[in-house]
């Protein structure tokens, strides 16, 4: 953990990297001092391709994104992790957003590491020796 899962509405392709989005959730989590373990961090985007946003009459577009975390990290740590993410967020669309309609949201989530189950070696390449 953590996991990154980003949604975003078709109407946005040709107008953004969003494998470059990803690149930088994963710098931003590497960047916390070690509060996530490499090996474990995960981005991904979701296109979505049916949907619908606020009265349907313009061409909105939206970007949700959600930060699931395991347990064990500090208020503090969590709401730099946040704070930081949705920084970059807002950078990265600000243009668009001065140009269309465009929605930007961020949840966190954190969850029992009873509730999970794990494997994982990739954890192995990062191990300080």
Sequence with gaps: MPHFVM???DNLDGQTDIKAVLRKVNQILIDQGGVFPIGGIRSRAIR?????????????????????????RTPEQKKKACDDLFAMIKDHFADIQARRYLALSMEFSEFDEAGTWKSNNVHSKFKKT
Excluded at 48 to 60: F, I, K, P, R
């Design 48 to 72: 979505l391709t049916d949907y619908v946003m606020a009265d349907g009459q313009e061409d909105y577009a939206f970007v949700h994104c959600s930060l699931k975390v395991g347990a064990g």
């Design 7 to 9: 949604e975003y509405t």
